[in-house]
């Protein structure tokens, strides 16, 4: 554990992946003091907080955020999504005298037009290695990390259930994962908005966005959880899905990410498919020896505790700033 740090974060509140409110939450139960600066208001559209930003609220809400972190006196800031995060709020805190160093924890893909917002940070921590082979390819006139994801401590321990006997996958609908889950053959418990019914597998659907207690309790109850890449905004990366579930002992069932090899032991910690067809295979076993399901969610969260919490990804980004 890194000694205590006084962390300002900064970054969008109210989001569907609650990313900054995990990382407030892991950081204050490591023991670090944490100031949370929002830099949108989660009631407003998106459409109308653009336009208000950029009209009327842009430099009040940058010049408040600076005055509220001058007085925090962080050790460390981080902006958390850090390339959406608007440069009036980047410039004002850069300006602030004797200003700790500022860096972004990024989970998507980015263009050449965000070099310019790259600059603004000491340091670029992406969550998918690839996005740090393109960020150095490219030459961003900026350090990088590779920084992935870590455990949502919010959700709670494992407590004893009987679990449902199927796999349960939470997430919203892409064309990659409606293709893959239209070519098994075992039903999955299907959590989101904008699921449809599956023509060739009777998937159960519900059209849900789950709340942290309710994710909790889809984790829990059932015997594990699956992970399909987004392959929207993923490349080698994991998720947040990928760490979540084994807070509550329940193991992961994952495509076969390239970085997953640098978080968890394939086979012991992780259950790994590399087509439909093994996907089946592996809900199959799982259906007919829950022990093994117990095993790997146990051994998994033996090495999110170890490895993948908030706390050790503030250690990592320490370590790397220049």
């Keep these: 554990m890194t000694a205590p740090m006084r962390v300002t974060l900064i970054g969008k509140i109210g989001s569907v992946t609650h990313w900054l409110e995990d990382c407030a939450a892991g950081l204050l139960a490591a023991g670090h003091s944490v100031q949370l600066c929002p830099t949108r208001d989660p009631r407003l559209n998106a459409a109308i907080e653009r336009l208000l930003l950029v009209r009327r609220l842009g430099a009040p809400r940058a010049a408040w955020t600076a005055r509220a972190v001058g007085r925090f006196r962080p050790d460390l800031i981080v902006a958390v999504r850090g390339y959406e995060v608007p440069l009036r709020i980047l410039d004002r805190l850069r300006a602030l005298p004797g200003r700790p160093p500022m ?7 980015f263009l050449e037009t965000d070099r310019a917002i790259a600059s603004r940070y000491d340091l670029v921590a992406h969550t998918d290695s690839f996005f740090v082979e393109q960020h150095r390819s490219q030459r961003f006139p900026v350090p990088c990390c590779y920084l992935p994801h870590a455990a949502n401590m919010r959700l709670g321990e494992p407590t004893p259930a009987n679990r449902i006997p199927r796999v349960v996958f939470v997430a919203n609908p892409t064309p990659h994962r409606v293709a893959l889950l239209n070519r098994i053959s075992t039903p999955i418990e299907l959590y989101g908005p904008g699921w449809r019914p599956f023509p ?9 966005r789950l709340d942290i207690p309710a994710l909790a309790a889809a984790y829990r109850s059932h015997l594990a959880v699956l992970n399909i890449r987004n392959e929207e905004n993923v490349v080698y990366g994991l998720n947040q899905r990928s760490f979540d579930p084994y807070f509550l002992g329940t193991p992961v069932v994952s495509d076969d990410q390239r970085d997953l090899s640098t978080c968890f032991e394939e086979g012991e910690e992780v259950l790994v498919y590399r087509s439909a067809a093994e996907l089946d295979e592996i809900c199959i076993r799982l259906q007919r020896d829950p022990g093994l399901a117990a095993s790997i969610g146990a051994a998994g969260r033996r090495r999110v505790l170890a490895e993948h919490g908030y706390d050790n990804r503030l250690m990592t980004v320490v370590a790397a700033l220049p």
């Design 103 to 109: 860096v972004a924890w990024v989970g998507d893909g």
């Design 200 to 208: 060739a597998v009777a998937h159960a659907i519900h059209p849900l």
